[in-house]
């Protein structure tokens, strides 16, 4: 969670519990708008690009296993009847031959022209990537307004904000066992005088960077 804080890469895992949240508010959709699962980050495992799964096979055992992990609990949630995974997943990997898979690996990647996209900010991709989970819904790039926008000053700000926004719903969301806790710590905080509860900010920054040093 301490990669929330403003200018630092987002964890993976942060972006992880993300997910867990949305797919849990996914349940509560209205009646027949779009369904969504996210998948976690490590779905797609660095072992099946390293050579340490040597077969196609081990490699779609090891994604299948992620994926029925992943639905285990979803009681009510995306369905993938009729959907041919093992077939899409030979597709992302190129592990059976597809008879365009030449011609496709010849194609220019086709990267959406959005408005708030950014030339000079290499620090906030997880905080984008967290804001287009929530707030993407099947539009086209012209029509998707997800808030933001260009880069700017305006939009470092609002990014800084996102990041609050995030920290406080995932530390406070009702799938959090330790809501309370972190309630409690809240209310114990906010007691504290405003000098003092600075240090202790300043201590926490100190204490993350040795951290990180070593």
């Given at each position: 969670m301490e990669t929330l804080s403003p200018g630092l890469w987002i964890d993976a895992n942060v972006v992880d519990c993300w997910g867990e949240i949305l797919n849990y508010e996914d349940r509560f959709r209205k009646d027949g708008s779009l369904s969504r699962h996210f998948f976690r980050?490590?779905?797609?495992?660095?072992?099946?690009?390293?050579?340490?799964?040597?077969?196609d096979e081990d490699k779609w055992k090891?994604?299948?296993?992620?994926?029925?992990?992943?639905?285990?609990?979803?009681?009510?949630?995306?369905?993938?009847s009729g959907i041919d995974l093992k077939k899409l997943f030979a597709r992302h990997l190129r592990l059976y031959g597809h008879e365009r898979h030449s011609k496709i690996?010849?194609?220019?990647?086709?990267?959406?022209k959005l408005k708030w996209k950014t030339k000079a900010n290499f620090?906030?991709?997880?905080?984008?990537t967290m804001l287009h989970m929530e707030s993407y819904m099947g539009q086209t790039a012209k029509t998707w307004d997800c808030g933001l926008v260009v880069e700017s000053k305006?939009?470092?700000?609002?990014?800084?904000?996102?990041?609050?926004?995030?920290?406080t719903k995932i530390l406070l969301h009702e799938i959090n066992v330790h809501a309370q806790k972190m309630i409690r710590y809240a209310e114990e905080f906010d007691k504290i005088a405003g000098f003092e509860k600075m240090c202790k900010v300043v201590d926490a920054l100190k204490n993350r960077n040795e951290r990180e040093q070593n």
């Amino acid at each position: 969670m301490e990669t929330l804080s403003p200018g630092l890469w987002i964890d993976a895992n942060v972006v992880d519990c993300w997910g867990e949240i949305l797919n849990y508010e996914d349940r509560f959709r209205k009646d027949g708008s779009l369904s969504r699962h996210f998948f976690r980050t490590g779905c797609i495992t660095m072992s099946m690009f390293d050579g340490t799964l040597s077969t196609d096979e081990d490699k779609w055992k090891s994604f299948a296993a992620e994926v029925s992990a992943q639905f285990k609990d979803n009681v009510g949630g995306l369905a993938l009847s009729g959907i041919d995974l093992k077939k899409l997943f030979a597709r992302h990997l190129r592990l059976y031959g597809h008879e365009r898979h030449s011609k496709i690996g010849r194609l220019k990647a086709r990267i959406p022209k959005l408005k708030w996209k950014t030339k000079a900010n290499f620090r906030d991709c997880g905080i984008f990537t967290m804001l287009h989970m929530e707030s993407y819904m099947g539009q086209t790039a012209k029509t998707w307004d997800c808030g933001l926008v260009v880069e700017s000053k305006q939009q470092c700000d609002m990014l800084r904000l996102l990041r609050f926004k995030f920290a406080t719903k995932i530390l406070l969301h009702e799938i959090n066992v330790h809501a309370q806790k972190m309630i409690r710590y809240a209310e114990e905080f906010d007691k504290i005088a405003g000098f003092e509860k600075m240090c202790k900010v300043v201590d926490a920054l100190k204490n993350r960077n040795e951290r990180e040093q070593n």
